[in-house]
C-alpha cells in the first residue's frame, strides 16, 4: 500500500472513529484532515489554520450565523407558532388542512432563517403532533417536512446561495431573484399533492375574517423579516 492509500485510510478512519464517539461532523472531518496532513505532508499547522482562515474570511459569511441566530429566536419567541396560526387561517379549512399549512409555513419560515435544519426542527416540533392526532401517516408526515424543507434552500435568504455565491463570486442578489420563483412552484407543488393524494384529516370549518385578521396581525412583524434582510442597502 503506498502512502496516498495509506493517508486516505487515516484520514476515514479519523473521521469515522470521533463520529462514532459522538464528535459533530465538521470537527471530526477538521480532525481527520489535520492529522492526515501533519503526518504525510510537509504542511505546518499554522499555515494550514491560515489558509482555513482565508477561506472563511468573507464578508458575506457574516450572514449565515445570524440567520441561525434568527431561527433560533423565532423558536424561543413562539413567532413559529404565529406563522403556523396565520397558515392555519387561510388553508386550514381546505382537504388535508395540515398538510398545506406544513407546506406554507415552510415558504414562509424559510424566508426568514435561510436553513433547511431550522425549517425541520421549528416546523415539525409545532406541527407532527397535530398531524398524529388527526391520523396522518408518520410517513406521509415527515416525507412531507423533509420535502418543505428544501424550500429553504432556494428562497431569500437562503444560506446555500449565500455560500454558493461567495464560494464562487456570483451574485447573491442574483440567486436570491432566481430561487424565489422555484421555491414557490415546490411549495405549491407539496400543496397540490397533499389536496390530491394526502391523507383527508379533519376538515375544519373556514376561518371567519376576523380571525384572519387576528391571525395576519400577530403574524405581521415576522412576515416583514423577509422584507427587512433581503431590501437592498440604500446608496451612500
Known sequence: MDTHSIAIVVMVGVFLYLGYQGVPVAFALIAGALLTTTLFT???????????????????????????????????????????????????????????????????????????????????????PYMEQEGYNPAFSAALVAAASTIAA??????????????????IAGLFLGGATPGIMVGVGLMVYSYIFGPPGIRKQRATLGEIAGATRAALLPLMIPIIIVRPPKPA
Open 42 to 128: 510537509k504542511i505546518t499547522v499554522a499555515s494550514i489554520v491560515g489558509q482555513m482562515f482565508n477561506g472563511i474570511n468573507r464578508l458575506e459569511f457574516l450572514a449565515i450565523p445570524f440567520f441561525l441566530l434568527t431561527g433560533d429566536m423565532m423558536t424561543s419567541a413562539n413567532i413559529t407558532e404565529r406563522l403556523i396560526r396565520f397558515a392555519q387561517a387561510l388553508v386550514g379549512h381546505l382537504r388535508s388542512g395540515l398538510a398545506h399549512v406544513v407546506s406554507l409555513s415552510s415558504m414562509l419560515f424559510a424566508g426568514i432563517s435561510g436553513s433547511m435544519t431550522a425549517d425541520v426542527a421549528a416546523i415539525s416540533t409545532v406541527v407532527m
Open 154 to 171: 432556494m428562497v431569500p435568504p437562503s444560506i446555500m446561495a449565500i455560500v454558493y455565491g461567495a464560494v464562487g463570486n456570483v451574485s
